[in-house]
């Protein structure tokens, strides 16, 4: 991809984004143009889609591929699992398992279970299993140390 940035000394600042496929690369810079930093975007069954960070419930990684689960959808993301929580900042979302991340903001639940793990209920009743490896970080974030 070639990127071609000038500076003016006035006048109207402008973005000109020129591309060939709507690739979900191409949909996050114009996302981030459009103040969209929030969103991200992926594939469902109906094609490119965009997804709210907020809206997420958790992001699962299946056979070396990476889904969001949101209330009404799956959402396949482009990456892997350590690429999606360095995108995203803040204590939102916490790496729970190998191959799990969940959103914070939307447990409902949680219960402590035997050999240190936690099960957390989300809003939409899953229940999602915080293995052992994470559960003291968890525990550390709840009460709002990192």
């Known amino acids: ?6 500076r003016i000394e ?6 000109v984004l020129r591309y060939k496929e709507l690739t979900p690369k191409i949909n996050r810079i114009i996302g981030i143009l459009k103040d969209e930093e929030d969103k991200l975007w992926g594939r469902n069954d109906a094609g490119s889609v965009s997804v709210s960070l907020e809206a997420i419930y958790y992001v699962e990684s299946v056979d070396d591929k990476i889904f969001a689960y949101t209330k009404e959808d799956v959402i396949r993301l482009e990456g892997s699992l350590n690429s999606f929580i ?16 969940i959103n914070v903001n939307k447990v409902s639940a949680l219960k402590s279970l035997s050999s240190n793990r936690i099960d957390a209920t989300m809003e939409n009743g899953e229940h999602i299993m915080i293995s052992r490896r994470y559960a003291s970080d968890f525990r550390r974030l709840l009460r709002g140390y990192k």
């Open 1 to 6: 991809m070639k990127v071609d940035i000038q």
């Open 86 to 101: 360095s995108e995203v900042r803040g204590d939102t979302f916490f790496r729970c398992s190998k191959s799990m991340i």
């Open 10 to 15: 006035d006048g109207e600042e402008s973005v």
